[in-house]
């Protein structure tokens, strides 16, 4: 069975760094592209960006160019999510979503989500 | 840039057929994709390529695509239909495109 299981719920101050995490199992890791989708409270889905864990290829959207890190460890089959400088506006739900296939563009499996607060 | 535009909102009295819109330069060029979010859950794909379901997606749940327009059909809407909809595409200038999202009331 296909699973992404992410890392749990934080609460940060500004300025601080963070890192959050998904990890897959039930399926070849390195064989498919794991994106990131941030959902702000009551707003919808906005793709970050993406990797793909066998080379780190990792591809970002303008919006969050600059803004995060993408990364991936395929020897524990977790990719991740990170801040070096959280800002009250990074407060939203975190999810991680498997890329079906090479050639295919949509999400077939999701993460439960990771809530991330950043509050004064 | 590629934008995708849904309604904020859809109302369907229960047992009747909801239609959900994801408009779009030329979208009918593209493959549609489809996912529906149920409160404090995440997104959970229902079709891809425009029409075809996931195992486990019920057979009420279809899709077409055609010009500017896809549109995500839900047949005999149930009470466990109400949810929120999005459509997704694949651009190569942007990558991953997200409508808006579509909030499904069942009456």
């Known amino acids: 069975e296909v699973q992404l299981v992410q890392s749990g719920a934080e609460v940060k101050k500004p300025g601080e760094s963070l890192k959050i995490s998904c990890k897959g199992s039930g399926y070849s890791f390195t064989s498919y592209w794991i994106g990131w989708v941030r959902q702000m409270p009551g707003k919808g889905l906005e793709w970050m960006g993406i990797?793909?864990?066998?080379?780190?290829?990792?591809r970002y959207s303008p919006s969050f160019q600059g803004q995060v890190t993408i990364s991936a460890d395929k020897s524990i089959s977790t990719a991740y999510l990170q801040w070096s400088s959280l800002k009250a506006s990074d407060t939203a739900m975190y999810y991680c979503?498997?890329?079906?296939?090479?050639?295919?563009?949509?999400?077939?499996?999701w993460g439960q989500g990771t809530l991330v607060t950043v509050s004064s | 840039s590629y934008e995708l535009t849904q309604p904020l909102s859809v109302s369907v009295a229960l047992g009747q057929t909801a239609r959900i819109t994801c408009g779009g330069n030329n979208i009918g060029s593209k493959n549609v994709h489809w996912y529906q979010q149920k409160p404090g859950q995440a997104p959970v794909l229902v079709i891809y390529?425009?029409?075809n379901r996931p195992s486990g997606i019920p057979e009420r749940f279809s899709g077409s695509n055609s010009g500017n327009t896809a549109t995500l059909t839900i047949s005999r809407a149930q009470a466990g239909d109400e949810a929120d909809y999005y459509c997704q595409v694949w651009d190569s200038s942007i990558y991953w495109v997200f409508g808006g999202g579509t909030k499904l009331t069942v009456l």
């Open positions: 390529r425009d029409s």
């Open positions: 990797i793909y864990p066998g080379d780190s290829d990792t």
């Open positions: 979503a498997r890329r079906f296939g090479d050639y295919d563009h949509y999400f077939d499996y």
